[in-house]
């Protein structure tokens, strides 16, 4: 995959040098490429931002460099584009499976008040384009957010991860565990400091340690996200969890959490 990443602090990608992410690239499945955004500025102070139209506090991003910086890198072809803010769509594990399968992503990254709103119309009637929120707060600029996203989609293609199984058991994987939270993990000694490993993980029975985890994680959601639960595909869930949800009185179907 060929990632690209317009920035006006390409410096802030260090991270993406390193772990799993850095052997990636050093293997060539990920292809990064920084892009200095004020390289396409055409003043000598190299400015990229302006006073926004109708008043207001801060500065907008200017549309001519993001244009012209855009522009170069379409020569090669056509990428999905991405641009972080808060108001966009929120960025799941979903929309990671979806945007590790593309081959090509371009992501521009906003500062101040965000990119003004004509980039992403110019770019969404010849390119795909999504706004994506990486959560409900307000960061300083795209590049942190662009780091979530790299990192989550990144982990996705095939041969990064040691143990592709591990994708398959995360929280919000498609399939079983679909809108659940993984459960809690435990490694080795079996006893630290009084708090010990639950017996059936050591039991060496398979059905029992899967039967566990899934309760577990079925547990751990209804705790910290309810609302998860909630829109469960009830067909998802086998005889066992039905009679688990109702032991804790979750009512399969329904939106009325009463735990
Ligand atoms: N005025 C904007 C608003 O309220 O929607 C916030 C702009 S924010 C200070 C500057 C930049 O940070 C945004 O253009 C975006 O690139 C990035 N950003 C901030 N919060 C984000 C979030 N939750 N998800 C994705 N990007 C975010």
Sequence with gaps: MRIDIISIFPEYFAPLDVSLIGKARERGTLDVRLHQLRDWANDVHRTVDDTPYGGGPGM?????????????????????????????????????????????????CGRYEGIDSRVMAEYGSRLRVDEVSIGDYVLAGGEVAVLVMAEAIGRLLPGVLGNACSVVDDSFAPGAMQNLLEGPVFTKPPVWRSHEVPPVLMSGNHGKVARWRRDEALRRTLSVRPE????????????????????????????????
């Design 60 to 108: 907008v991003m200017k549309p001519e460099p993001w244009g012209a910086a855009i522009d170069s890198l379409l020569a090669d072809g056509s990428p999905r584009m991405v641009v972080p803010t808060p108001s966009g769509r929120p960025f799941t594990q979903e929309l990671a499976q979806e945007l590790a399968a593309e081959e090509w992503l371009l992501f521009c």
């Design 228 to 259: 998860l639960l909630a829109s469960l595909d009830p067909a998802t869930l086998d005889k066992h969890d039905r009679r688990l949800l109702d032991e804790l009185s979750f009512r399969v179907g329904s939106e009325d959490v009463a735990n």
